[in-house]
């Protein structure tokens, strides 16, 4: 006997960030919102509201662009402390129906709703709750994906944003993904999408024409991938705890960086950020990356593993600065620097306050 099909919603929230800032600050709502960036087109925008992506914006279009596209557009300093909260509240709300939560980030989450805690029984019944309860209880808005696995679920939720709710059962899957642009699918990034257009690959229906050997060939290991997904093949569970690959801090700052004096006080900035976080997770890796973003836009990494875990917050920040003094920069003005750790094992670490609480964008 084969399994039961699993009921999978994917919960993604509309332009979050954005949204959080037009709902608490009145003078925002029906205009168009960068929040990340500045004024001066320095850093990047982290999410753009509805009125901005009218007119082009996206997430991670630097600042000078979007002024470009957009000259009246606002743009507002990121307040993460905020979203994680209104991200906690969204969470009780999932948790109302299921336990098997998957969060990807603040903003998007995959459920398991095979068997709901309130005996719904129907996936989009409770997808609608939810939407519902976002809406009501903190004055903003999601869409919705709801199918039989998380691939074509989170598919799903894109496709009527915002305030989207959208279901592709069993029986239309094939027939949806062969009808899929193949920039639409997830895990195809805008290279990949272009370097199939030039193989005469435009949609689902051109992708599923090749064999899986073919697509090992031309594509790699994710040939396997597209084989399996272009079918609406996922057999990926809901897990409730992700694995954190890495952990870091990253600052734009509002004006390019020349010396080394300047660039390692940074460091010292990053590298407390990064070890606070460290200790939150109870965290120690063993591989140091330092991350170079210089005026013209082009980037570096550069990585210094160990054998042992680096347990001390002086070794993080004196490894990234070896790292950052080994750098040509061929005379390059620095406009972002980053620090992260990744290797990890979970012992634990000292504690240690850290000097310099200010809030920087931080990412795993």
Known sequence: ???????????????????????????????PLAVGGSPTGRGVVATASYEARKFGVRS??????????????????????????????????????TDLIEPLSLDEAYLDVTEDKLNIGSAMEIAGQIKNAIRSELNLTASAG??????????????NKPDGLTFIGPSKIESFMSSLPVEKFHGVGKVTADKMKGMGIFTGADLKKLSEEELVKRFGKTGYFYYQIVRGLDDRLVQTHRETKSLGAEDTFTYDLTTPEEMHKELDRIGEIVFNRLQKKQLQ???VTLKVKFSDF???????????????????????????????????????????????????????????PGQLELFT
């Open 1 to 31: 006997m084969s399994a039961p099909l699993r009921k999978i919603i994917h919960i993604d929230m509309d332009a979050f960030y954005a949204s959080v800032e037009q709902r608490d600050f009145p003078e925002y709502r029906g205009k």
């Open 60 to 97: 991670a279009m630097s600042s000078r662009k979007a002024i470009q596209l957009c000259p009246d557009i606002i743009f507002v300093y990121p307040r993460f402390e905020v979203y994680k909260a209104v991200s906690n509240k969204i969470r009780e709300i999932f948790s109302r129906y």
């Open 146 to 159: 709801v199918s039989i696995n998380k691939f074509v679920a989170k598919i799903a939720s894109d496709i």
């Open 298 to 356: 082009t980037q570096i990494t550069r990585n210094q593993s160990f054998n042992s875990a680096v347990t001390d917050i002086d070794a993080i920040i004196d490894t990234a600065k070896s790292l950052l003094d080994k750098v040509e920069m061929n005379e390059k003005p620095v406009r972002l620097l980053g620090i992260s750790l990744s290797n990890f094992h979970e012992p634990e670490i000292p504690s240690r306050k850290p000097k310099y």
């Open 285 to 287: 890796g063993r591989t």
